[in-house]
């Protein structure tokens, strides 16, 4: 229940919001270490992701967004540690070749090429992103004739917001693969765009266990989406009031990474009320509970003789008036979520039909098998 409360929640506050004023609305859709899941990760308990899945949420429960569909790296091969998959390798590159197909086909912007993404070596990875209609970046790997392999970064205009996301990646390691020193290539990009892009979003793959402070050392980025670490940020976690906002969006596809943006004054600075907005929604929902018991009723009279629930309905009440009164007065605001693509989201039937038909082209199930 809780589940659908948060994504009808969610789907109220990113639709269009009836306003004289000339608002833009962004929406930066990001995943990460998604490890060529083209299903839901088959978790016997809670089968979460998927792109069929995905693409339903996009289309139906964010339509008139201005969304920006980005991943932040490890996208095309499955991890040895967290989820091997038992397939050869040509079936691996099967799935990787044909995953490009798919998200074409799905609109994605941009990806950021991650460690992992090097398992069948450089040159297969260029063949299959060389003339890809997705913006594949990369601003601090090289090959061996000391060029760069991808475009270091892609600026996106949307209604003249300029949006510049510049790609890295930590530990990517491969035959042919020279890997310069991501925090002084990610800081250089950082201060070439300054002047030509509004925000500066950065995609960054780093290593599993990673102990970086990425927020200072990209402190005058404004935003980073992270892959590599298999954490997951919540919309409450804590974020460096002083650095760049940070979010890694777990495993497998399984949750959507998604800051909204909402711009009123172009030359303004954007706040982040991810923190008040999610204690707003958390009080909504205890409110709501406690609305439960009797629908037909006030909260005051369903628990009349009960003053210690009634002095916490009071305290809440305050607390959601005093936050929807604060959260009015920023004119430009960006909000995190992170979305479960749970079983509840239907599968789109065009990507559906797509993932049916590569398929019936290969020898085995694209499904996860272990």
């Known amino acids: ?120 070596g450089v040159e297969f990875l260029k063949g299959i992103t060389k003339n890809s209609k997705v913006n594949f970046i990369s601003a601090n790997l090289y090959d061996s ?66 102990v970086l402070d990425l927020s200072n050392s990209f402190s005058d980025a404004d935003y980073i989406f992270m892959s590599g670490s298999t954490r997951r940020t919540e919309p409450r976690s804590k974020q460096n009031e002083n650095g760049s906002l940070v979010y890694s969006g777990g495993i497998q596809g399984k949750h959507l990474s998604i800051l909204d943006i909402r711009i009123k004054e172009p030359q303004k600075a954007i706040n982040d009320v991810s923190a008040p907005f999610n204690r707003l929604q958390e009080i909504d929902y205890r409110l709501n509970r406690l609305q439960a018991k009797d629908p037909s009723k006030r909260l005051e009279e369903i628990y009349a003789n009960q003053p210690n629930v009634l002095s916490l309905i009071e305290k809440y009440q305050k607390e959601a008036t005093e936050l929807g009164i604060s959260l009015s007065q920023y004119r430009n605001r960006s909000i995190f979520f992170s979305v479960p693509l749970s079983p509840s989201i239907p599968d789109d039937k065009e990507v559906a039909a797509l993932i049916s038909e590569i398929e019936a082209e290969a020898s085995f199930s694209l499904k996860h098998t272990h």
């Open 1 to 120: 229940m809780k589940k659908i409360i948060y994504l009808l929640f969610f789907t109220a506050i990113v639709g269009q919001q009836p306003s004289t004023e000339n608002i833009q609305n962004i929406s930066i859709v990001s995943t990460s270490n998604v490890f060529s899941e083209y299903y839901d990760c088959g978790c016997p308990k809670n089968p979460l992701g998927g792109i069929a899945r995905k693409t339903f949420f996009l289309k139906n429960m964010m339509s008139g967004r201005e969304s920006i569909l980005v991943d932040a790296g490890n996208l095309f091969f499955d991890n040895n540690k967290i989820n091997p998959d038992n397939l050869s390798l040509e079936n691996k590159k099967f799935k990787a070749k044909n995953l490009v197909k798919t998200l074409e086909f799905t609109g994605q912007n941009i990806v950021n090429i991650g460690a992992n993404d090097f398992k069948a």
């Open 145 to 210: 004739n000391n060029e760069l392999l991808f475009k270091p970064y892609h600026i996106i205009n949307k209604e003249n917001t300029k949006i510049a996301f510049i790609g890295l990646s930590q530990s990517a390691n491969s035959r042919g693969l020279t890997n310069k020193n991501f925090i002084e290539v990610g800081n250089k990009y950082i201060n070439e765009l300054k002047e030509k892009a509004d925000i500066i979003v950065m995609l960054v793959n780093v290593r599993e266990d990673n």
